[in-house]
């Protein structure tokens, strides 16, 4: 039971990596990001391509994966979703749906299907004891990781000029656009640290959850139940969220073994009979 | 009509009367083409393939009530589909093979599983909407992979027997064809009258503006928890049909590939417009057809297809005849 808490927290640290760059995109583009997932496993597949290709070490591919997703992710950005801005929410959500069966494909064409596994990096590699069971102290590091990376993401949005302006964009479009704020560049650029913040997840999780041309998909699915309950666009929301989820997960896991998601799934809807707006945030509906 | 109406409403009325009575005659004939075409020397390997066509088509009419006449953008179809699928090759593996009770057998479980689900979903909207329809559907694949008492997980349910209707076995090929066309056209005509009707109309307002539609007094949560219910059962009787037709089903019929091939069915023919998505899945199935040489190319084909498709052609086919219909009128205005 204290393993499957642990287990949770780990995983909801890294929902929380994901969800942030989902919300973050949604709050200012209206762009609800279903290739997300398929950022993610860019990440995983990007670390594998440095590891094999110029036969550096973990932490070093950890460190240069997500550069080489976000101009990637820039570029997808500026060819495939900066030009329909103008155009109804849906086609964004229809144009990235799209581009994330490219990539998956892209990724199974030039990788293949299978799955592989990555051992824990060196000094990570041991087992630790807590409170008398037995973990794996790679899940304790990388989820410390994410979650510093988390809190700093949250910072900059707080009290950075950047931060500022994305919040402003996130809360009035129209006016903070009036005072100024460049919403296309500002778009671009957070599309493309939103795709390296799902890219790090995926090469940091790596080691934990397997590499996969798919692995993308249930992280999507788990991050959309985040935003979905926290409210789409709202950072708060996606913080409680994803703990929420990951939580119920895990410990439902323990319980139902593989019908866990379907639980999970089963407490959203009910959370979205009584808050149609996101049960934590004052998230928007459509 | 009331005798108080003016003239030009009585005009109007009946132009659109006349309108019905032809499209509906156009459905027939064109249905009675389709059924002529296994007798005038068709291959049967086009007519499989026509076959599976008009199952899509039947699939992508309902996803277009949804979508394209009530403005719900489902990213999770395949769960309607995929579930109608699994309870029609279950039960008439187990029980009897026959295809009414098999279909009603699966309308039941869909009844069963959508109108509380529905109940749910319809809650959101636009983008919300489109998420919870996804994780819906990925659901379902996950129960599909893991209740294997039932589903057999991943291998699938195999073994369906043919279909029999009245006692009499139908045959994959010429006779499912036309059960297949028969049942299409059934559809067609149904949802055309459907959509033609005051609640085709009602959803029309709420696609346009849903609290406007409140406002005037149109119970929009219970249009769209209809709507929903609807359009799951057609996708189970495509689901019904695809799976005698392929003599089983595995869990990949309700994964989120098969919700965006509907999707960009529906889109490509044109949503909005019945025939838009019979011509969409026409094109996907001879395209996929075509194309398919191993399924990761064919992903990825798929993928820049469907970016292309919404980039550049965002109402589909049907959107670009009716656009270049009504461009001599913006030039004379």
């Known amino acids: 039971m204290f393993v499957n808490i642990l287990n949770g927290v780990v995983y909801g640290s890294f929902l929380l990596l994901t969800s942030l760059g989902l919300s973050l995109v949604f709050g200012l583009g209206r762009v609800v990001n279903f290739a997300h997932g398929a950022l993610y496993a860019m990440g995983g597949y990007a670390l594998i391509a440095v590891m094999h ?5 973990y932490w070093l591919g950890l460190l240069v994966a997500p550069l080489l997703v976000i101009p990637i992710a820039i570029a997808i950005e500026r060819v495939a979703i900066h030009p329909i801005r103008h155009r109804p929410d849906v ?33 990570f590699d041991a087992i630790v004891y807590v409170f008398g069971n037995q973990y794996p102290i790679y899940r304790l590091a990388a989820a410390s990781v994410s979650l510093l990376v988390s809190a700093s993401v949250l910072l900059v949005i707080q009290f950075s000029p950047v931060g500022l302006r994305i919040r402003a964009i996130t809360d009035d479009p129209g006016m903070a656009e009036a005072l100024g704020v460049n919403r296309k560049r500002l778009l671009t650029l957070v599309f493309g640290c939103a795709a390296g913040l799902a890219a790090l997840a995926g090469a940091l999780g790596a080691p934990i959850f397997a590499i996969h041309p798919e692995m993308g998909m249930n992280i999507l699915i788990d991050s959309f139940l985040v935003v979905v309950l926290g409210g789409l666009g709202s950072l708060g929301g996606s913080v409680i969220g994803a703990f929420f989820v990951a939580l119920t997960k895990s410990i439902g896991g323990g319980y139902f073994a593989e019908w866990s998601t379907a639980f999970l799934f089963l407490v959203v809807a009910f959370g979205l009979i009584i808050r149609p707006t996101g049960v934590f945030g004052r998230g928007r509906v459509a | 009509m009331t005798t108080g109406a003016p003239a030009s409403c009585d005009v109007a009325l009946q132009a659109e009367a006349r309108k019905r009575r032809a499209t509906a005659i156009l459905i027939v004939v064109g249905a009675l083409l389709l059924a002529g075409l296994p007798f005038v020397g068709v291959p049967p390997f086009t007519i499989t393939l026509l076959t599976e066509a008009l199952i899509f088509a039947i699939w992508a009419m309902s996803l277009d009530l949804m979508t394209g006449y009530t403005g719900m953008l489902s990213f999770g179809h395949a769960a309607g589909f995929g579930l109608g699928g699994y309870a029609a090759g279950y039960f008439a593996r187990e029980v ?57 997980g991943m291998d699938g349910l195999v073994g369906v027997p043919l279909p029999r209707l009245l006692g009499v076995t139908i045959n994959v090929g010429t006779a499912f064809y036309l059960l297949t066309v028969l049942t299409a056209a059934a559809i067609c005509l149904g949802l055309y009258q459907l959509v033609q009707s005051p609640f085709g109309r ?13 406002s005037i007094g149109i119970n929009v949560r219970l249009h769209k928890w209809l709507v929903f219910v609807i359009s799951w059962a057609i996708a189970g009787i495509a689901g019904t049909l695809m799976v005698f037709m392929k003599a089983g089903t595995t869990p990949m019929s309700l994964y ?78």
């Open chain 2, 202 to 214: 009602t959803l029309g307002a709420i696609r346009a503006n849903e609290d406007r539609a409140a």
């Open chain 2, 96 to 152: 009897t093979a026959d295809l009414f009770a098999s279909l009603l057998v699966a309308e039941l479980v869909i009844l069963a599983v959508a109108l509380p689900i529905g109940f749910v979903a319809i809650r959101l909207s636009g983008a919300a909407f489109a998420i919870f329809s996804l994780c819906i559907a990925q659901v379902f694949f996950q129960i599909a992979v893991a209740w294997r008492a039932v589903t057999e």
């Open chain 1, 53 to 57: 290709a110029v036969g550096a070490g």
């Open chain 2, 256 to 333: 989120w590939i098969e919700s965006g091939n509907v999707l960009i069915m529906a889109i490509f023919g044109g949503l909005g417009t019945l025939f838009g998505p019979i011509i969409g899945a026409t094109t996907f199935v001879f395209l996929r057809d075509v194309l398919t040489t191993g399924f990761e190319v064919w992903q990825l084909a798929f993928g820049v297809v469907f970016v292309a498709v919404v980039l550049l052609f965002p109402s589909g086919l049907a959107g670009i005849v009716s656009h270049a219909w009504t461009l001599p009128w913006r030039a004379r205005s």
């Open chain 1, 91 to 123: 086609d964004t959500l229809l144009v990235t749906f799209g581009l994330s069966s490219m990539i998956v494909g892209g990724i199974e064409y030039v990788w293949g299907t299978g799955t592989r596994l990555l051992p824990p990096p060196s000094p």
